[in-house]
């Protein structure tokens, strides 16, 4: 169980690192770390492989929201059904049942302000199920994912001493 631990944390930091290169890291055989990802993949709690981009320095027209949903939960099925209706759509980039003020908390991508705001009116909010919804803009993201987005800036002051 440990071994399983170790690997999933070294495959969440960097993904792209080779069963051998993490059997050396954490002192083991490799063809057993080839056979702890695939029970792993198996059991899906490995769900896929992702890189981590800053799409702000690739593509200045995306625009990311974070959309709030208040909802009333259908009998019998609950959250589950309505759930489903939402991440179906591919702007829906995440999807996370909430406990507190509101239901759920919708993660959305989409070219502009406008594009995210249709989708929000015409998509989530005509839902019958959906009493109301919020929406914030993301503006910078300074850390996503434990990783920090922006460099420091350095301080190219020059020192004067008398």
Known sequence: MQIRKEVLRILERNSRLTPGEIAVMIGEDEEKIKKVIEQLEQEQVICGYHTLINWDK?????????????????SG????????????YPQVETLNLM????????????????????FVSENLASMEEVQSTATY???TKYKEQGVTMIK???????????
């Open 99 to 118: 406990s507190g003020a509101y239901d759920f908390l919708v993660r959305l991508r989409g070219k502009t302000i406008k594009d995210i705001s249709l």
């Open 58 to 74: 690739e593509e200045a027209e995306m625009v990311t929201a974070l959309v709030e949903l208040k909802v009333t939960p259908q």
């Open 137 to 139: 803009f993301i503006l």
């Open 77 to 88: 099925d609950g959250y589950n059904k309505i759930a489903e209706a939402i991440y179906q």
């Open 152 to 162: 420091k800036k350095q301080d190219e002051r020059m020192v004067i001493t008398p």
